[in-house]
């Protein structure tokens, strides 16, 4: 079952513009994380942030988390072509066995 | 530090039949996760294993199995193949010990195609 859902489903911007993803869940969790996928390869983690975070930056990336709402955003800065692939929020939820639960992804497309 | 490896990287199968797929861990990486990607379904957790245990399942039939060896390695099996099997096959190694809840490293994966 998917815990994470990733609003909207697809993204198309110019190279230079900023890309914002939403992720929403369902329950409480320890943690979220942000993951990319290039087309028909692995997934690669990017960042995560925990349930008593709210704010995290890691390069061009920027990552919010309001536990109240459960709610995360992702932020990708002055994007470039290269930024082009599907983005996973993956949640680890308080209590679980121990396995993440991806969304169903933001596909983003950065026109150079 | 070589990442996840993952093979065969592309397979197909027909419908019945059963396939195996294989995974190496990066070093030192002791639990080993499998996921399966389709279009529609998106990603879901199959199984997770840790020191050679089967520690956490997915909602899938028991078609679908898995062990880890000794090395941390480790393989999936599908029987009895069918046409919705198709998909991405995934699979995630980590540095966990009591939860699997932090980074996954992930391998490129193996594609199936049943047929």
């Known amino acids: 079952s998917q815990q994470g859902e990733e609003d909207p489903q697809a993204l198309s911007i110019q190279e230079g513009e900023n890309a914002t993803m939403n992720c929403s869940y369902k329950t409480s969790i320890n943690n979220l994380q942000w993951y990319r996928q290039n087309s028909g390869r692995g997934l690669v983690h990017l960042i995560l942030i925990r349930s008593n975070e709210r704010e995290k930056h890691s390069g061009r990336l920027r990552v919010t988390l309001d536990t109240s709402k459960k709610s995360s955003s992702l932020l990708i800065t002055a994007s470039r072509a290269a930024d082009t692939a599907s983005y996973f929020c993956?949640?680890?939820?308080?209590?679980?066995?121990?396995?993440?639960?991806f969304g169903k992804g933001t596909k983003l497309s950065v026109k150079p | 530090k070589a990442g996840v490896t993952q093979t065969p990287r592309y397979l197909i199968k027909t419908r019945g039949q059963q396939v195996t797929l294989s995974c190496s861990p990066i070093?030192?990486?002791?639990?080993v996760s499998w996921y399966q990607q389709t279009p529609g379904q998106g990603l879901q957790f199959l199984f997770e294993y840790f020191s050679e245990t089967q520690r956490n399942k997915g909602n899938f039939p028991g078609r679908f199995s898995g062990r880890q060896f000794s090395n941390s390695r480790s393989e999936m099996n599908v029987s009895t193949l069918e046409l919705g099997d198709s998909a991405l096959y995934l699979c995630a190694s980590s540095l966990a010990v009591l939860r699997n809840t932090g980074e996954l490293f992930f391998g490129e994966g193996s594609r199936l195609t049943v047929l």
């Open positions: 993956a949640t680890a939820a308080w209590g679980s066995q121990g396995n993440l639960i």
């Open positions: 070093s030192g990486h002791r639990s």
